[in-house]
T-cell receptor
Framework: DTAVSQTPKYLVTQMGNDKSIKCEQN?????MYWYKQDSKKFLKIMFS???????INETVPNRFSPKSPDKAHLNLHINSLELGDSAVYFC????????????FGSGTRLTVV | GENVEQHPSTLSVQEGDSAVIKCTYS??????FPWYKQELGKGPQLIID?????GEKKDQRIAVTLNKTAKHFSLHITETQPEDSAVYFC????????????FGTGTSLTVIP
């Protein structure tokens, strides 16, 4: 199936731990994104990569580090997890100059306890 | 940067009635306006979009209107059905500038059978 896939779907971890979320797209898109959705459903962009190059880096704690090994993958690593990091994280992809919108993954629900 | 406001935040309608969600944007350079539907536990999915050279677009029971002068656009859902219940997001972007989307704050639509 062509899609944006993220793993894991659920992640429960203790404060202070380090965790990673993986994202892969097989749509041939050249740009990938990470969005954070809080409990009020606000969608806030965190990072955007185009052809493995960081093009958007919003105000995000430097505990969050994206890594793009190739243009089909964009992983999110989070160090020293805090309670406030609990949210749903969405990966998305698109063509940078496309006339179409994003394709989102199904999300990773991160719960920090 | 662009600021997108969305109203209402919650909306309940009887099955068969119409639902309207409104968004305003601030940057007159924005020229692409997609709408996303997010069902429970899933990622947002593109349902309809409109470009600034068009005033209205329709796809079966869903229509979107755009008023460039007033900088607002609206989603209209007619003959609502229970499966239309979801959170809807509007967004605005400026083509050819990296495809960054600015999302509204979401509208939780409940269709009452």
């Amino acid at each position: 199936d062509t899609a944006v896939s993220q793993t894991p779907k659920y992640l429960v971890t203790q404060m202070g731990n380090d965790k990673s979320i993986k994202c892969e797209q097989n749509l041939g898109h050249d740009t990938m994104y990470w969005y954070k959705q809080d409990s009020k459903k606000f969608l806030k962009i965190m990072f955007s990569y185009n052809n493995k190059e960081l093009i958007i880096n919003e105000t995000v704690p430097n505990r969050f580090s994206p890594k793009s090994p190739d243009k089909a993958h964009l992983n999110l690593h989070i160090n020293s997890l805090e309670l406030g990091d609990s949210a749903v994280y969405f990966c998305a992809s698109s063509h940078r100059d496309s006339v179409y919108g994003y394709t989102f993954g199904s999300g990773t629900r991160l719960t920090v306890v | 940067g662009e600021n997108v406001e969305q109203h209402p935040s919650t909306l309940s309608v009887q099955e068969g009635d119409s639902a309207v969600i409104k968004c305003t944007y601030s940057d007159s350079a924005s020229n692409y306006f997609p709408w996303y539907k997010q069902e429970l536990g899933k990622g947002p999915q593109l349902i309809i979009d409109i470009r600034s050279n068009v005033g209205e677009k329709k796809d079966q029971r869903i229509a979107v209107t755009l008023n460039k002068t007033a900088k607002h656009f609206s989603l209209h859902i007619t003959e609502t059905q229970p499966e239309d219940s979801a959170v809807y997001f509007c967004a605005a972007s400026i083509r050819n500038t990296g495809n960054q989307f600015y999302f509204g704050t979401g509208t939780s639509l409940t269709v009452i059978p």
